[in-house]
């Protein structure tokens, strides 16, 4: 018997008189004085035998498995049956690692578990190693497979949508037929997002009752399966998905898995995400508990597009400048033959008609005004109609003889090969290098089509899914290391790279290029449930917006992307005085609650929802002293004012000053000071009235 435990949670796992893993128990935490039951298994009738309902931790497709495997491969002697028994473990400070081996063939399965004990999240990974003299099939590999008890009450809770509509969540029942949460597309895509919450109808809501949450630490193709087997029990599995994939293990290699973080919290879905978000911050992100606060960012896409010149980003500089922005990005444009998305993307060097001097003079100038530099790339696509693939045709993903697709007039570099790895590391640091930058938005604007690996053997080209994300990964880590105060921001045309895997390489995400102010609330909720708000990029930009025509006001906006990473994305040509103004105001006021919003505890107290008129979010300073409580009015409909918000997360006893975010005088019949336990029983009430309008509320520690 082994048992894992941290933070009220407790995983064991043991092995049986027949020598297979099992699940034995995820969730809650028991005493160590009270016994863990390893349920006995029978068999429930001869269409489905023992092995086949034994909760294995980590099945082989052997047995006649007719659940998810962990793995599943054929042999060179065309045997297609594994059964993996225990051989060995170790324990190695807070890491188990259990060894499985087949009960013929040498080959092994070694399984990694650790758990953090503050969070109680749980870190599996498996690494399977062919020990035979001829290659294996490898055909299905998972990182992991969970196991929770018998029950029909289960609803499962996953992130769904396309560009510009990411981050909606979706609950469904959890039945025998199984539900796939899954990316095809050779990168973690805009549909599905790799992460899971299980909780229980009528017992699990927003603030109670249990949720099994999880998220694969991986930004290519991936799968998580979720299903009931035939004795009720439900059985979640993820890994590489199996779409399309084959890896021929050679005799004496391994190949290791992506790691799975899973966890547990009896506190609904807010605690699960609040305790998510804790580890996330711990033990994910770059620089973890030191990493810096993001900085309030000015970007030139939506004022410029690709007519970048070195005047026309100084003269921006100027006005981002001015209403306190703290770092200036040029977006994309500013290199080779880039004058639309026609051409260029992939010739790497400074454009000298846009730049006769290079990009030191606007540096320069963006230095002087107090902010820092940053540049958009894009580093894995490349244009047809550009020197590099008129060099290198064979660099891009495609099968010889067939069409070679192309989307937004690109293809997509192999960073499987070794030679493109080179070449991409090597231009990115010379850039840096070369230039005072400070960040880079890693950009990647199209899916993979034709996914073949010219000159790599047939029947090894399907190494492609997991070698060009090893890559990738190889060379944001170079990167870094040898540039320690270089910032990355993930994106992939808004939210389709945003995962554990990327996240551990880059300081912020961008969730969505949908920067309307209403639906942002909407994909921040849902972005929300599975990651971090510390991470999590919000622009102000121009209105009418692009992604649907809706008009609606710069305080508006403001309230809207405060709720994050705050950056401006307008024209700050077009801007009048009295915007400058807004800007201004707002851009210092957010600076006053920064710390609490990207660091803090975050509340969902009302998601947005179309049958409702608001929405509000609360984010609690991790010391209590602080707290800001967003209410956002979608539309006054047949109600004059919405009902009062009650705030969570204040300290009971500790009296709170509350005023108004950007100033102003409170509502009539709110009190300047109370406890936060008369605020979280009281409420709150802010007499939104029209379409489109917020408040928000600073509580702040008085003596």
Excluded at 213 to 240: K, N, P, T
Excluded at 464 to 489: F, M, S
Excluded at 644 to 657: D, F, T, V
Aim: contains cysteine; neutral net charge; glycine residues 10%.
């Amino acid at each position: 018997m082994f048992r894992l435990d941290g933070n009220g949670v407790t995983y064991a796992l043991g092995i049986d008189d027949k020598g297979y893993l099992r699940s034995i128990h995820w969730g809650g935490a028991v005493a160590e004085s009270d016994p863990i039951v390893v349920p006995i298994v029978t068999e429930p009738s001869s269409f489905d035998p023992t092995p086949t309902v034994t909760a294995q931790e980590f099945p082989g497709q052997g047995e006649g498995l007719v659940t998810e495997p962990g793995v599943k491969v054929a042999f060179a002697d065309g045997n297609r049956d594994l059964v993996l028994k225990y051989r060995s473990h170790r324990v190695d400070g807070e890491t188990l690692t259990v060894e499985l081996a087949d009960i013929a063939q040498p080959f092994t399965a070694t399984l990694r578990y650790t758990i953090d004990p503050d969070t109680g999240i749980l870190a599996r990974s498996a690494t399977i190693h062919n020990g035979s003299r001829r290659p294996v099939r490898v055909e299905q590999l998972a990182a992991a497979v969970f196991t929770l008890p018998s029950g029909d009450d289960y609803r499962l809770n996953y992130l769904t949508g396309r560009h510009a509509a990411e981050w909606t969540l979706k609950t469904v029942p959890v039945t025998p037929a199984l539900t796939a949460i899954e990316s095809r597309r050779g990168l973690t895509g805009h549909g599905n997002n790799p992460w899971f919450a299980i909780g229980k109808e009528g017992k699990t809501a927003e603030e109670s009752g249990p949720v099994w949450f999880g998220a694969l630490a991986w930004s290519g193709s991936f799968r998580i399966s979720v299903a009931q087997d035939v004795l009720g029990r439900v059985r979640i599995a993820a890994g590489y998905n199996p779409y399309d994939f084959a890896w021929r293990l050679k005799p004496g290699e391994t190949l290791e898995t992506p790691v799975f973080y899973a966890g547990y919290s009896d506190h609904g879905m807010g605690g699960a995400s609040r305790t998510f978000h804790d580890f996330q911050l711990a033990h994910i992100l770059p620089d973890h508990a030191r990493a810096k606060l993001r900085p309030v960012l000015y970007n030139s896409w939506e004022a410029t597009a690709f007519d970048v010149t070195e005047s026309g980003q100084m003269a921006l500089a100027e006005k981002a400048a001015a209403i306190g922005a703290e770092r200036f990005v040029v977006d994309d444009g500013w290199f080779g033959a880039r004058d639309s998305d026609r051409a260029g993307l992939g010739d790497w060097t400074v454009n000298p008609r846009k730049f006769p001097n290079g990009l030191k003079p606007l540096i320069d100038k963006v230095k002087s005004l107090g902010m820092d530099f940053g540049l958009w790339v894009e580093p894995e696509s490349v244009n047809p109609d550009s020197d590099l693939y008129r060099r290198h045709p064979d660099w891009v993903i495609a099968f010889p003889g067939r069409p070679r697709t192309e989307a937004r007039n690109q293809l997509v570099l192999n960073l499987a090969r070794a030679d493109v790895r080179a070449h991409v590391l090597g231009w990115l640091d010379r850039l840096v290098s070369e230039n005072d930058i400070a960040f880079l938005k890693w950009d990647v604007n199209r899916r993979w089509t034709e996914p073949g690996w010219p000159g790599q053997a047939p029947e090894d080209q399907q190494r492609l899914y997991v070698d060009y994300i090893r890559n990738l990964y190889a060379i944001l880590d170079t990167l870094r290391q040898r540039h320690p105060g270089l910032e990355i921001e993930g994106c992939a045309g808004g939210g389709g790279r945003v995962d554990l895997g990327m996240m551990a390489r880059v300081d912020e995400v961008w969730p969505s290029d949908n920067t309307d102010p209403s639906d942002r609330l909407a994909i921040q909720d849902g972005f929300t449930r599975a990651y971090a708000p510390a991470t999590m990029m919000a622009w102000v930009t121009d209105s009418p917006n692009w992604a649907n025509t809706r008009v609606t006001s710069l305080d508006y906006r403001f309230l809207s992307a405060m709720q994050g990473g705050l950056g401006i994305g307008a024209n700050l040509i077009k801007w009048q005085a009295e915007d400058f103004a807004t800007a201004t105001k707002w851009i210092a006021a957010y600076k006053t609650i920064r710390p609490t919003v990207q660091r803090g505890k975050l509340y969902r107290l009302v998601s947005p929802d179309a049958s409702v008129s608001t929405s509000a979010t609360m984010y609690v300073g991790r010391d209590q002293r602080q707290a800001v409580l967003f209410q956002m009015l979608h539309s006054s409909m047949w109600r004059d004012n919405p009902g009062a918000i009650l705030p969570l997360g204040l300290a009971p006893e500790q009296r709170y000053r509350v005023r108004m975010l950007g100033g102003g005088a409170l509502p009539a019949g709110i009190p300047t000071i109370a406890s936060g336990r008369y605020w979280m029983t009281q409420g709150i009430r802010a007499p939104l009235k029209g379409d489109f309008v917020g408040a928000a509320f600073v509580f702040e520690a008085a003596p």
